[in-house]
């Protein structure tokens, strides 16, 4: 999928943890890069986009010290942190020219990604898929451009050409699409996954901390699927949280998934959906041009 997302023009990625064992990832990201390289060398008028790595930052990733060192191996172009800001980790991507998007939910986490080193920012509003928060993306940019004029994306129920468009009317520079992607033929997503995000909408969307210890963003049908009531889940604990480990792997059927859902019809090919996106863009634009 992040092949074909960076062969169609967009920044493709995917979460370091989802190679596994964690051997995986060093194979990953070489036939990523090769194919790419190859790509490019095939294609020098239409050039792939670069593609990015998410790292979960948190201490209870005991991978994460590996990850970080494949993608130093790797040069990998854009690395992607979240629940945590480390500044060696931001210097180790630097070293070798790659950049930092740190995913925030507020403001004040903002500041502290920016003053350990981050090189830009993803706000993750209200809406988004996995990992959430609870701020309007009208304010939560708004305030963040008060005082940062660097690499801006926004997170939250983005899912059409129309959405992208207005992301950027509100200060971003980009739009940060999850949910869509997932249903893509590419994807290695299951089946049953992708198809549950197609047949859902905005109000099939729980949010809950149950599985990670952080509250997000997850499809009901998955977790009814699980024996649970996405009505009545108790609370979870971050502290008790080992990412990549067995604790966490008990809710690898508990599927992600943004309120954007609804602009899902069916599960089509990575460039089909970037296609449509680009289209629905255009034509948004060209109606306020007027």
Known sequence: MVIEQCKAGVIGSFPALNARPESQLDEWLAEITETLSAHNRANPDRPAAPFAVNQIVHRSNDR???????????????????????????????????????????????????????????????????????????????????WFDGPLLLSGSIATGQAVLAAQAMGADMGYIGSAFIATQEARAA?????MIADSSAEDIVYSNLFT????????????????????????????????????KAWKDIWG????????????????????????YDAAKAKLVG
């Open 64 to 146: 994460l010290e590996h990850d970080v060192e494949m993608c130093v191996k790797h040069k990998v172009p854009i690395v992607i942190t979240s629940l945590g800001a480390r500044p060696e980790l931001n210097d180790a991507i630097h070293s070798y020219g790659g950049i930092t998007l740190h995913d925030i939910i507020n403001n004040r986490f903002a500041h502290k990604a920016i003053e350990k080193g981050a090189d830009g920012l993803i706000a993750v509003a209200t809406g988004a898929g996995g990992h959430a928060g609870t701020l309007s993306p009208l304010a939560l940019i708004q305030e963040i451009r008060e």
């Open 191 to 195: 089946d049953t996954y992708k198809q």
């Open 213 to 248: 210890g952080v509250h997000g963003n997850y499809l009901k049908g998955s977790v009814r699927a699980a024996g649970m009531d996405p009505d009545d889940l108790p609370e979870g604990d971050l502290k008790t949280m080992d990412f990549g480990t067995e604790k966490t």
């Open 257 to 280: 998934s943004g309120q954007g859902v609804g602009a899902v019809k069916e599960v089509v090919p990575v460039a089909e959906l970037v296609a449509r996106l680009i289209c629905e």
